[in-house]
């Protein structure tokens, strides 16, 4: 019986480890921290060894391969001794594919990927397919093979859970975007982070599907130094293409073999410039599969806003406040202010990821008038800043509470609060749920 080894034992790992069991593995899992009682409850359930608080080697290492969940990283000490020791270390994704048979859209970027995972499995499960959403958002993607059965998944693919994939193999791959993120993980290099975001493509066939962002340079100028043997589908904001999609005026123009659909942005549920991608993307992804162009007007038209990515919370005092706390990078914190209307009190900071705040300058210039501070260390916020908006003009708070508080002084009738931190939560919160939680929680007490 081969041993199979999960480290992490939270959502990716826990599903993982039941995948194994079912598969017939002798299966162990190791967490170096402390396992969620819901998880640990799940273990329990399926009769799966485990331990928490430590990795006891000789359990480890005798293992003829290891799924090691996306959250660890490649220099943590375990990791290391299991690739010294030549022991094959594989994703949850990986994992999970060799044992499903489903035709698989998988979408990944740094920004976007969320809501255009979650506007496709919305266009899927309108046209009444049998669908199941997992990956980076959702239920385990092992877990659901291992207990159910789906025709179509969509999946949310992190580059973490890309770094470990070899073999999986999408149907539809989707890389919405690439800007700086994560670049502690990846030796602060951007080429690295760039390969890892490709590694979607590197098992698609002449008949499957990439659908990518041509307006993105730093996607193009990767494409352009490899070879793809699949049907290529761009969408843009800038140029007509052949096959993709285009915004031509006031609508988006989707062109799929032979057909030709356009798309009224005044029909689209979702506001912004970053949402015209994002609906382009998932309107190519519908049409790959075949959805009806009717499906796919209405599904867009009624799509309903994710959690934490500019999702309203509440209007009081005519100040409307709004849940960015997905907005981990600049990137998405531009958009969220890009699209902003109304005068803007702008909730930022957490845990720097090495962000270049400079891009943020005429943004900030035009639409804000007031930044409150929410981390441990806002030194980098004040010195980007203080010059454009004033000093007067920034405070520092250490709670969501403090932040939404200070904010609501700051601001007028008319006026915006947006949570939309730029950066990781992991200094004040124990992630961007968590802080987008508390967030709401703050904003409903007032």
Known sequence: M????VLGGAESGVGAAVLAKVKGFDVFLSDFGKIEEKYADELRKWEIPFEEGQHTEELILNADEVVKSPGIPVKAPIVRKLMDAGIHIISEIEFAGRYDSAKKICITGSNGKTTTTSLIYYLLQQAGLNVGLGGNIGKSYAYQVATGHYD????????????????????????TNITPDHLDRYEYKMENYTKSKFRITRNLRPEDCFIFDSDDEIT???LNKIVLQTKMLPFSQKAKVEQGAYLDKDKIVLRYEESETDLYLRELSLGGIHNVYNSMAAALAAKAVDIDDEVIRESL??????????EP????????YINDSKATNVDAA?????????PVI??????????????????????????????????????AFEGIIGAENMVDTHSAEEAVNA??????????????????????????????EKFKDAVRKL
């Open 152 to 175: 179509y998944y969509v999946l949310e693919i992190s580059s973490f859970q890309l770094d470990n994939v070899y073999d999986f193999h999408p149907d539809i791959a989707i890389i």
């Open 220 to 222: 193009i100028e990767h």
């Open 301 to 310: 038209a009624t799509f309903a806003p994710i959690e934490h990515r500019l």
């Open 346 to 383: 702008w909730i930022v900071g957490g845990k720097d990821k090495g962000n270049d705040y400079s891009v943020m300058n005429q943004l900030v210039r035009d639409k804000v008038k007031a930044i409150v501070c929410l981390g441990i260390d806002n030194k980098k916020i004040h010195e």
């Open 2 to 5: 081969s041993r199979i080894v």
């Open 334 to 342: 531009w958009y969220a202010l890009e699209c902003q209307t109304r």
């Open 407 to 436: 904010s609501s002084r700051l601001a007028a009738p008319g006026d915006v609060v947006l949570l939309s931190p730029c950066c990781a939560s992991f200094d004040l919160f124990t992630c961007y749920e968590d802080r987008g």
């Open 313 to 320: 919370v509440l209007s009081i005092k005519d100040v409307l």
